[in-house]
């Protein structure tokens, strides 16, 4: 069924730049209905490099589970790491690249899109990075 698709919502953020980050991510099927949802402390690090492992994490999640839909769709409100993953722009940090290539290899198989979002459509999931990060 070519209509069967999840709505990934990830985000990521850092107190200080680099300073304490998290990523987290939440699972939405064709109802609307979450899946799952899941925030990550990865300590010291940038905006960046949590707005890309949000994505990686969420990637490792999908693949651990079956009957996943052919098609997916991701939502960010970081312009930058949609316009990198989407191959707008090109990745310099050698360190993105490198979880931009793992990216790249889980989402081999699937129908893959990627979303800028503004920053008040992607509530829950800045929501779950900050719960996340106040927990540490």
């Excluded at 931009?100 to 800028?116: L, M, P, T």
């Amino acid at each position: 069924m070519t209509d069967n698709f999840w709505r990934i919502f990830t985000d990521g953020g850092s107190r200080g730049n680099p300073g304490p980050s998290a990523c987290s991510f939440i699972i939405y099927d064709l109802r609307n209905k979450i899946i799952h949802q899941q925030g990550f402390y990865i300590g010291i690090g940038t905006n960046n490099n949590a707005e890309y492992l949000g994505v990686l994490h969420a990637y490792k999640h999908l693949l651990s589970q079956e009957n996943i839909p052919p098609k997916l769709q991701f939502f960010l409100d970081s312009e930058l790491v949609v316009k990198q993953l989407s191959g707008i722009y090109k990745i310099k940090d050698p360190n993105l690249q490198s979880i931009a290539f793992k990216i790249k290899n889980f989402q081999e198989g699937y129908s893959v899109s990627y979303h800028h979002i503004p920053r008040s459509k992607n509530s829950a999931a800045d929501l779950l990075v900050n719960q996340t990060l106040d927990g540490q």
